[in-house]
Structure formats: C-alpha cells, structure tokens
C-alpha cells in the first residue's frame, strides 16, 4: 500500500469534548493513555455526549497530574479536577452497556459541567477500565476491555478516505456543508499514504512497534454532522454516508481497533497491514 504513515494522533480526555492533538501516545490494552476515562452521565446515569449536547463540542479538556483533568469552556473559568479516589461508585449507562463509574469527589466539578450546559449532569471517573466493561462480545476476544469510548479502545480514520469522502459531498445537493475535516469522525490515529477505503479490507495492523486486531466498520451517527468549532449541525457526511457508504445497515466510516499489543505510537510512524480480510 505504499509508504503508509500515521499522520496524527488525538486523545479526548473527557468523552465528547474537544480533543488533543499529541505527538505520541501510549497504548494501553484498553485504549490510548488518557482518552475518555472521563464521562458526563445525566441524573438517570445515562451517559451525555454531543448527540444530546452540541455544546460539548466547545468544551475542552486537558489531563492533569495523577489522571484530572483541567476543564475549560466558553464563559467558564477553568477548573482542574483531580482524579477521585476508587470508593463508592455509581452506575453508568453507555448505550445500553451498564458499566461503574467513580464520580469526581469536588462537587463544583459536577456544578461547573451543569453550569456550562444548562442541565443537572455529573462528571464520572472509569477509575478501572481492565475490569468495567469488556467490548462488545460480538466481536471481541475473551479479556478485551474499554473505558468510555463508544464501543472500542481506538478509532482508526484514513486521510484518502476523508477525500474521497469530500469529492462525494461536492457532487452532491449538498455541497455547500463541505468539505469536513477530521475533527467531525473524532478519530484516536488518522493515517495517510493508502488508497482511499483501503481501510475496510484490513484484519491486523501495525502502527510502528504496536500491533493492533481491525474489529469492525464504524458505524457513525450525528455527531460527525456537528461543526466541532461551532457546534452548529448540518446534514453531512450523513447523507452522503448514506448513498455511498452503508456496510451493514450502519453509515461507515473509519475502523475500530483493539491493541494486540502496548507500547508508544508516535506521529510519523510507519502503518503495516500485517492480515487483510478474507473477501
């Protein structure tokens, strides 16, 4: 596939905030080192992302000493929140997996996050992501674990695909929305130098020293039509998704991964395809 190269990695310390951009990351079992190990959940312990809350996409989070993060938003003084301690901890529904969550100990992280959305929410911890919640056994391997992420420890993209993606919308009715940028799919590695989609037929990768298992398609919802810098919605990549990218009855776009191994991958490694899918 040619000189295949990870183009950038994003870490979102709190689920449906902003994201970061590092020059590295570490890779756990469960995902990058610091991404979403942090949730909002509402007073019926289900979780808030974006797709109840365009707002969040303004919202920013930074990992602090010992696993806190420092919260910042629009007309919010920025507030560090430490890591709470693992003592009592409340229920947390993620589209419908019921998992454990540590809610933070300060009781002004949970008035800060209210006070910015304007709904009672409370700030949670997943102070154990080895135990709490196994991926989906669809199509995971005994063991494997998640922390707040949608379904899966990482979420692969690939540049050509966001291109081939942005010639379609300009096609289209509706090509006055694009093109999108990358922040729309919220992706954890993003790569460049491949074909665009050759993404679909990988089974095993490695992204410089760290081996990682291809799960499944993503299936994507209306976040990804949320301007991430105004939080305003549209209607694409959606419809677009929809007359051109439907794989199992979901509007695909990018990979979800599960690390076979751990270690550091780091902007500019090498991306090998180890195993394709059997067609």
């Known amino acids: 596939m040619g000189n295949a190269l990870l183009q950038s990695v994003h870490i979102h310390p709190v689920k449906a905030f902003r994201g970061l951009a590092p020059r590295e990351a570490v890779v756990e079992p469960w995902g990058l080192a610091g991404d979403r190990r942090w949730t909002l959940i509402d007073d019926g312990g289900k979780v808030v992302t974006q797709r109840q809350q365009p707002r969040l996409a303004l919202a920013a989070a930074e990992p602090a000493?010992?696993?806190?993060?420092?919260?910042?938003?629009?007309?919010?003084?920025?507030?560090t929140v430490p890591a709470p301690r693992p003592a009592g901890t409340v229920p947390v529904d993620i589209f419908g997996d019921k998992v454990e969550g540590v809610p933070a100990e300060d009781a002004a992280a949970h008035a800060w996050c209210s006070g910015y959305l304007g709904a009672e929410v409370r700030l949670v911890h997943m102070d154990d992501?080895?135990?709490r919640r196994p991926v989906d056994p669809a199509y995971a391997r005994p063991g494997e674990t998640v922390a707040f992420a949608d379904g899966y420890p990482l979420l692969l993209t690939a540049r050509a695909s966001l291109d081939a993606l942005n010639s379609l919308?300009?096609?289209g009715p509706r090509a006055a929305e694009g093109p999108l940028p990358m922040n729309r799919f919220r992706p954890n590695v993003v790569v460049e130098g491949t074909a665009a989609w050759a993404e679909d037929g990988w089974s095993r990768i490695a992204v410089g020293e760290v081996t990682f298992r291809v799960a499944k398609p993503c299936g994507r919802c209306v976040v990804t039509t949320t301007d991430q810098d105004t939080?305003?919605?549209g209607k694409e990549p959606l419809a677009t998704l929809g007359r051109h990218r439907r794989i199992d009855g979901k509007l695909a776009f990018g990979q979800n991964l599960v690390p076979l191994t751990t270690g550091t991958i780091r902007v500019g490694d090498a991306v090998t395809v180890l195993?394709?899918?059997e067609a």
């Open 129 to 131: 992501p080895a135990t």
């Open 275 to 277: 195993a394709r899918r």
């Open 169 to 171: 919308i300009a096609r």
């Open 65 to 79: 000493p010992g696993g806190g993060v420092r919260l910042s938003a629009p007309g919010m003084p920025p507030l």
């Open 231 to 233: 939080a305003v919605r």
